[in-house]
């Protein structure tokens, strides 16, 4: 099936049932565990999961959301039947972030309480929660991850500016720390090296936009994935829409890729752009179709997987802007904002007069990095997020994107999921992948955040990528952390939900299905060639 042939392909599909989708997958709802004061709970929250494979528990730590960046949280630790086994408070010790979990030891990432300072990472062992170490790292150590073997701890040390007001002090350098589990030695895969490339880094697609920010501190590194051979790892740079690649041996960052930007004129890329575009604006309403609009991926989650023995990886393109800090904000309503006269004739032809209404492209929000000349209007509209999947290559090079399905599965087979509040800004904000086999099928677990449901794709065959499944309960709101393991009783998929502050556990089974709803046919072979027509 060709790239351009998806539009029609899912038309067609959609006389099947979803029942047909979902034939060969099933999932079963477990238990979940409310993160309460009342239930004992030190975390008081749900962000990140870990499985304890040789205790068989869950760690779970708790959120920024409430309080983690106030000194408040902890971990909570679960067996497999959703009872709460221990509880550690951390607040003494700063904002908790995550956890990673491997040989019998766990460790938890934690901000300063000023969380512009050095954070650290506390390794617990799993079997009797005692501490056993505690080292610095980088400013607010926001994600870790084990390398297959469990001999290293990699961090994203986010380095989250507190403001861009203050100068240097006020945003710290973004990096990597890489921590050998047995001696808890500790080195760092900087971006200082990069300092001198800013321009160069501009021109090849990289987002640097944090104001008088150095190339080091403008970098945020998100999450972390680590080849199959434990000697490489992808890191996400959301802000500055690309990845970056370290050599984890020798702890350096070795390139950094640009995610590029997302044609949503082309067929495959129709998104919903407006919150207020249907019948009495009817929150269950959309309107997805194709616009003048290009698309900032900016991946937040990151997750790695093999196939035919070729290294991949898949990132979730949720979007984000910089808003929140002081200084920072690049974020404006299309409605609101100048337009480049040439801009506005083009938009005019392609949507008509009135395009900048509401119902059209006058709610969208967008990023001020749309003024590519510097003049002060906008000569592009880059609009925050992909609200999709993509997939790399071991350089970091986009092979395929699921372009703009996601929105239209879940508008079309899954309407209770669909959220038309949040078709300006995100959409259904993609924001953690998984990767695990499951009964012999790769499958892909997607978080989004504003669905409230975790997608499920069959990755198996990257000639023919499905979606077969979406995974969700009744009252889990916002789906951050994932883990997904398979011990003697079969597999499962652990989900952290951040704003119900919720723990869930499914069990997943997948047989080979004869047929899908939503095919992604000659997958990367289609995606390659969008891919050179996004940079034609």
């Known amino acids: 099936m060709k790239s351009t042939s998806i539009s029609l392909a899912v038309a067609a599909a959609l006389a099947s049932t ?80 995550s956890v990673s979990v491997a040989n019998n030891k766990a460790a938890v990432a934690i901000s300063a309480p000023l969380k512009t300072d050095p954070g650290l990472v506390r390794f617990y062992d799993a079997a009797s929660f005692a501490a056993l170490a505690t080292v610095t790292v980088g400013a607010n150590p ?25 100068g240097p002090a006020g945003d710290p350098e973004g990096s990597v720390s890489i921590i050998d589990t047995a001696s808890y030695s500790v080195l ?68 950094i890729r640009p995610m590029g930007l997302k ?21 269950l309403d959309g309107n997805i179709q194709n616009w003048n609009v ?28 910089r808003g929140d800090w002081p200084g920072g904000n690049d974020e404006i309503r299309v409605g609101n904002a100048d337009i480049d006269p040439a801009l506005d004739a083009a938009l ?34 880059h609009a925050f997020g992909a609200r999709s999947f993509s997939i790399l290559d071991a350089d970091g090079n986009l092979v395929f994107d699921s372009g703009g399905q996601l929105e239209q599965i879940i508008k079309i087979s899954y309407p209770e999921l669909w959220d038309d509040g949040r078709s300006d800004n995100k959409g259904p904000e993609p924001e953690s992948a998984l990767v695990g086999t499951v009964d012999d099928r790769d499958l892909l677990f997607l978080g989004l955040e504003r669905s409230n449901a975790v997608a499920v794709w069959d990755l198996s065959d990257l000639d023919d990528i499905r979606f077969i ?24 998929l652990a989900i952290a939900n951040e704003v119900s502050q919720t ?13 899908a709803v939503w095919l992604f046919g000659s997958g990367l072979a289609a995606a390659a060639g969008l891919a050179r027509r996004r940079k034609a």
Not at 503 to 515: E, F, M, Q
């Open 18 to 97: 979803c029942a047909s989708a979902a034939g060969g997958f099933s999932y079963t709802h477990q238990w979940t565990f409310n993160h309460t004061e009342a239930n004992g709970s030190s975390a008081l929250g749900s962000e990140i999961v870990s499985y304890d494979a040789v205790n068989n528990r869950l760690w779970v730590v708790g959120t920024d959301a409430n309080g983690a960046d106030l000194g408040l949280g902890g971990i909570d630790i679960l067996d497999l039947s959703g009872n709460l086994v221990h509880s550690i408070d951390t607040s003494v010790l700063g904002g908790i972030n």
């Open 142 to 166: 926001d994600a870790v991850i084990h390398t297959p073997d469990g001999s290293r701890l990699l961090v994203a040390n986010e380095g989250e500016p507190s403001s861009y007001l203050t």
């Open 188 to 255: 760092t895969a900087d971006f200082t090296n990069f300092n001198g490339s800013a321009a160069a880094l501009r021109e090849s697609g990289v987002r640097l936009t944090g104001p008088n920010a150095s190339v080091a501190q403008d970098l945020e590194p998100e999450y972390i994935a680590v080849s199959a051979d434990g000697s490489k790892a992808m890191v996400t740079l959301q802000e500055a829409n690309a990845v970056a690649v370290v050599d984890i041996a020798g702890a350096n960052v070795t390139a």
């Open 263 to 283: 044609d949503h004129s082309l067929p495959e890329n129709g998104l919903d752009v407006s919150d207020r575009d249907g019948p009495g604006n009817d929150p």
């Open 294 to 321: 290009k698309g900032l991926y900016m991946p937040d989650g990151i997750a790695s997987f093999t196939n035919n023995g070729r290294q991949y990886y898949v990132t979730a393109n949720e979007g984000d802007s």
């Open 348 to 381: 005019a032809a392609a949507h008509g007069s009135d395009w900048k209404t509401g119902d059209k492209l006058g709610r969208l929000n967008v990023s001020t990095s749309g003024d590519t000349d510097g003049d002060g209007d906008l000569d592009e509209l």
């Open 469 to 492: 499944e979406m995974i969700f309960t009744a009252g889990d709101v916002s789906p951050e952390g994932l883990s997904f393991f398979s011990n003697a009783q079969g597999s499962f």
């Open 503 to 515: 723990t869930s556990l499914y069990r997943v089974s997948a047989v080979p299905a004869p047929a």
